[in-house]
């Protein structure tokens, strides 16, 4: 396939608050869903990414900008959704047609030219802190590939399989073996009594997962059975018979039969009776890599899903050439793209390694160890364990 690493795609800026979800037409779906964030004036359309081939590292990252968001800085995500638009909205769906082309327009454009009829903008607050977070974890999970973090990776795939804290509907499409997943673990959960509203109540989410994961062995055993005798049988779980789910079962499995999974918070935090580092020390080189190997599945799942709407596209410019270009219903789903096209063979994405910096950087092949986001980073931090140092060396004195 041809790929152009290069795309355009326009927001529109304007200005946003956050309003309680009864101000809007959206439901509430309990505690996490009660605020909403609206666009109370349409700002101008701005160009987001405009970049031809060539699409430089060293451009500004809108994509890392946005996860350096610190999620419960509700002033931040507001400024976000000024300069760019809000990151989930189809706005943009006049660009999944060709109508621009009959009203002789600039494809990028013609959004602005379809007014929103009598919809106002809006989503729920959580939707875009959840987007965020993802985005984090994304980055992060690479991050912990790279540096043989089993711990994190660990939990940052309880997370992406067992989180109960978004919304996922009856009939919500997933398109990746990690996606389906969680779908069908909210799915069982909800069998047994969770619901939106009342959450987990008296519900443990330990037993939920290791009761899911019984759910799936036993689904596989009695398929396997009726078969033998002839009989047919529309097994419940088919992702069992493809690797990433028997990776991920063993995984969960061996994981859960160790340590208890005592909460998966709405900000994704992942709390276990004891800490994972212990017996992860116990592993065998093949259990290790058997945990990378989950990881990777997943984190490449996480991409397929993001882009699974973004497809490439003929347009045609102005004086009326041919030009390849790609089809990206939102901003969320451009700003994937754009970490898609950054984690290239000689480049990743990576948070910087100062505790206290919120930014990500891009690391390619000529500063394969680089760790912090920049110079100054780099200068504070070698300050600050230089002072560290110092103190040391003074505290054994100041004890002979
Ligand atoms: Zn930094």
Redesign the pocket.
């Known amino acids: 396939m041809i790929t152009n690493p290069g795309f355009s795609f326009s927001g529109i800026s304007g200005t946003h608050k956050i309003v309680p979800v009864n101000e809007t037409d959206l439901p509430s779906w309990g505690e996490n869903y009660c605020e909403c964030i609206v666009c109370t004036y349409d700002g101008e359309l701005v160009k987001v990414y405009d970049n031809g081939p060539g699409f430089s590292y060293l451009d500004k990252s809108v994509a890392m900008e946005f996860a350096a968001i610190d999620i419960t800085d509700r002033n931040a995500i507001l400024q976000f959704c000024n300069r760019y638009g809000m990151p989930g909205s189809m706005r943009q769906f006049g660009n999944f047609r060709n109508d621009y082309l009959f009203f002789k327009d600039d494809k990028d454009s013609f959004s602005k030219v379809i007014p929103l009829a009598n919809r106002q903008e809006r989503v729920w607050l959580y939707t875009v802190q959840r987007d965020i977070l993802q985005m984090q974890m994304t980055i992060e999970l690479n991050q912990s590939i790279q540096d043989r973090n089993l711990q994190r990776i660990i939990e940052i795939l309880l997370y992406f399989c067992f989180d109960l804290h978004g919304l996922d509907f009856e009939g919500s499409q997933r398109h990746t073996e990690t996606f389906q997943f969680n779908h069908y673990f909210y799915r069982y959960a909800e069998e047994n009594g969770f619901t939106l509203h009342t959450r987990l109540a008296g519900l443990s989410i330990h037993d939920l997962i290791t009761g899911f994961l019984k759910d799936i062995e036993n689904d596989y055993h009695e398929t396997e059975m009726y078969h033998s005798y002839g009989f047919p049988r529309k097994e419940k779980y088919v992702q069992f018979y493809f690797s990433t789910w028997q990776h991920l079962y063993d995984l969960f499995s061996f994981v859960t039969e160790k340590e208890k999974v005592l909460d998966i918070t709405p900000f994704g935090e992942v709390i276990m009776s004891d800490s994972l580092s212990n017996y992860i020390s116990t592993f065998s080189e093949k259990d290790a890599d058997g945990v990378l190997m989950c990881a990777k599945a997943v984190f490449s799942d996480i991409f397929k899903e993001h882009l699974h709407a973004v497809y490439p596209e003929m347009v045609f410019s102005k004086n009326g050439d041919p030009e390849s270009s790609w089809r990206i219903p939102s901003l969320l789903d451009a700003m994937y793209l754009e970490l898609f096209f950054r984690f290239s063979p000689n480049s990743s994405v990576r948070k910087?390694?100062?505790p206290d910096?919120?930014?990500y950087?891009t690391r390619t092949s000529s500063r394969p160890k680089k760790i912090?986001?920049?110079e100054?980073?780099a200068l504070l931090m070698a300050k600050r364990m230089e002072r560290d140092r110092k103190r040391k060396a003074k505290n054994k004195e100041s004890k002979l």
Do not use: A, D, L, V
Request: charged content about 0%; glycine content about 0%; hydrophobic content about 0%.
């Open positions: 910087c390694q100062n910096c919120p930014n950087y912090y986001c920049s100054s980073c």
